[in-house]
């Protein structure tokens, strides 16, 4: 179901005061982690739980747990079946694992010599595989009696038992087997026995594709793939993680963001990160929720709030433990949903009331399995939170204008994470920055992970800075560049070219002009390509010779001539001049009532030779008007903009 809507002015006054509050630390220029740079992960690199049934476990590391449907699934982590379940992979990829199956993610779209790998390990159990419509990865399960390759599209089982043996059955396409004996290439309807490492691969034999047991028929209908609404209102990257959007929400098109999705059923005090729990994960501390949504609407893309709307999702590619804002005051910790400038959204509800819309919890309940029931809805413990603007403390002459939060991913031990108290040395920024960095060394060099970050913000002369900017100056960019998107098959997102469309809105939300003439970056044309034009409106030079010629000009009709040099000096009006000069000099004369212009006119109409030169200046007192007729093409065409901003 779709549905329009356009941004309010109150919506877009609501939106303001995030530009004078996002902030970015001030971090040494050759450290990485500087948190105004952090973009995520590549969206391939995860895989999402697509169904689940029954008990079954997962181990992180040191850490072991349920499996849930919101949980990522990253390089290492073990998973162990008493029931049933599906794995989606970025590339359209689906991994169907029954019950007494135990297998390792070892890696995901890892590149081996120029070539992309997902390799599985199963230890015991059974797996169905079909492989992606879009994928161009080599896709490699390993057993204890050998492997089993596929290098093209198709679709195969492995079941491998715990004395070793191990049954490979092709239904479509082509999957290689090798062992230390040897090799064979089992075909679309054929299936191979292999009964230990050394066995020979000779056991190849034709089978019914009609034959099969429960999991069979159970994993047919849960790998197929669905392609609904959001297939094509979604980035190609997160396009195959996104079908569950489409029974449980509308797609909105939005005249300031695109296509944006809204939840559907959802209570009215809920918000983005509200219903579900915090997990300490290796890349930093994890949203997990059992919505049917939450994986693609809480790692990937932003949230935004307007009035008269509710809540929606903004589409983003890349991938996050979380897309929140966090700070603590003493005694509580706090999160909140980043918008599509990167600071904290805004909301209108009870003690919120158009402030940030920060979930706040007690330290001793950050661990809480249904944080929900544990956050704080009363307006004296959300002050510190929700009234927060940054600091004004003088460093070396220059303001440090950092916001109190951080929007890079919070890293926390397990150890800190039992015990929330200890939580707090997290928040310290050379602290978190450091164990981010550590994260990202190690996910390098064992799976191959890398932290995605966009270019440094320009900096400009100190006195540039305001509230919210990042130190040193620079501007507000949307929280995407997708201009090191590698290999999407989708350009700038509608909301980037709805940003072309719409620059009276965006001129409400890019405020300071000094901003926008350093910000150099291409990718984001859709929110700078109209502040230029809004630059040159705001002078305050064409403003006031602007302002009195309009009133003249209806009301003051004995001097005509004064009246046009007046209006004609500044070039920042050419929508009030230009459906006025597309007629001749001489029918604007003739709409004047004063007989005074018609005799101009009977003097304006013989040569001009014919005239003695000493009348030639009082004829030509309205040429001044014609003067800037050359140019007003090139002047009107590059601030076509400012009529619709005037009104």
């Given amino acids: 179901m779709n549905a329009t809507f356009t941004s309010t002015r109150l919506a877009a006054a609501l939106l303001l005061p995030a530009a004078f509050v996002s902030a970015a630390p001030q971090a040494p220029v050759s450290a990485p982690a500087d948190e105004d740079t952090y973009q995520g992960e590549a969206p391939e690199r995860y895989a999402m739980v697509r169904a689940l049934e029954g008990d079954v476990r997962i181990r992180k590391g040191d850490l072991d747990e349920t499996l849930s449907r919101g949980t990522p699934i990253a390089e290492g982590d073990v998973v162990e079946s008493r029931g049933r379940g599906v ?85 479509t396409g082509r999957v290689t087997f090798a062992n230390e004996r040897g090799e064979a290439r089992v075909a679309a309807g054929e299936r191979l026995t292999v009964y230990s490492p050394q066995d020979g691969l000779d056991r190849v034999r034709s089978f019914n594709t009609y034959d099969g047991d429960d999991f069979d028929r159970w994993s047919e209908r849960a790998v197929v793939i669905k392609r609904g609404e959001s297939w094509d209102r979604v980035p190609s990257e997160i396009r195959y993680y996104a079908d569950d959007l489409d029974d449980h929400g509308r797609w909105v098109n939005s005249g300031e963001f695109g296509w944006v999705w809204q939840p559907n059923g959802v209570a009215e005090d809920w918000r983005p990160y509200y219903q579900g729990r915090w997990a300490p994960y290796s890349g930093g501390m994890t949203w997990v929720s059992d919505e049917p949504w939450a994986y693609v609407a809480y790692h990937h893309g932003r949230w935004h709030w307007s009035l008269g709307v509710g809540w929606f999702w903004i589409p983003g590619v890349y991938y996050s433990p979380a897309w929140v804002a966090w700070n603590h005051t003493p005694g509580y910790y706090g999160w909140a949903p980043l918008g599509y400038y990167n600071t904290p959204c805004h909301w209108g509800y009870g003690a919120w009331g158009g402030g940030y819309a920060w979930n706040v919890v007690s330290i001793n309940y950050i661990n809480a399995p249904h944080v929900h029931t544990r956050i704080y809805s009363d307006a004296t413990v959300l002050r510190g939170f929700n009234g927060a603007t940054g600091g004004t403390t ?48 190690q996910a390098q060099a064992t799976t191959g992970r890398t932290i995605i970050r966009r270019a440094p913000a320009p900096v400009g002369p100190a006195g540039d800075a305001r509230p919210g900017s990042p130190v040193g100056g620079g501007v507000r960019a949307p929280f995407e560049d997708r201009s090191r998107i590698q290999g999407s098959e989708r350009p700038l997102g509608p909301r980037e070219r709805v940003h072309e469309e719409r620059p009276a809105d965006r001129s409400r939300e890019v405020a300071t002009p000094q901003d926008r003439r350093v910000d150099p970056a291409p990718r984001d044309r859709g929110v700078e390509s109209r502040p230029r034009t809004e630059e040159r409106r705001v002078d305050p030079a064409p403003r006031e010779r602007t302002v009195e010629p309009r009133p003249r000009e209806r009301t003051v009709e004995p001097r005509p001539a004064e009246e046009r040099r007046i209006e ?71 601030r076509g903009g400012g009529r619709e901003i005037r009104r």
Avoid at 595 to 613: I, K, L
Wanted: proline share 10%.
């Fill in 87 to 171: 794995l989606q992979l970025g590339d359209g990829t689906r991994i169907a694992f029954g019950g007494a199956t135990r297998f390792t993610v070892a890696t995901l779209f890892t590149d081996r010599k120029g070539e992309k790998q997902v390799l599985l390990r199963l230890d015991y159990g059974r797996l169905r595989v079909l492989l992606g419509g879009q994928s161009d990865a080599r896709f490699r399960v390993d057993t204890p009696s050998g492997t089993a390759t596929c290098f093209d599209k198709g679709a195969f089982t492995v079941e491998a038992e715990r004395d070793r043996i191990v049954r490979l059955k092709v239904h």
């Fill in 394 to 441: 003088w460093t070396g002459g220059g303001r440090d204008l950092r916001a109190p939060w951080q929007r890079s991913p919070l890293v926390v031990s397990q150890a800190e994470f039992r015990n929330p108290g200890q939580m707090q040395s997290a928040f310290q920024r050379d602290v978190n920055r450091d164990r981010l960095m550590a994260y990202e060394r």
């Fill in 568 to 638: 004609v000096a500044p070039r920042s009006r050419p929508a009030e001049s230009r459906p006025i000069e597309s007629r001749p000099q001489i029918n604007r004369e003739e709409r004047r009532p004063d007989p005074q212009p018609r005799q101009v006119e009977r003097e304006s109409r013989p040569a001009p030779r014919a005239e003695p030169p000493r009348e030639r200046p009082r004829e030509s007192a309205p040429e001044p008007r014609s003067e800037p007729a050359p140019s007003r093409p090139s002047g009107g065409e590059g």
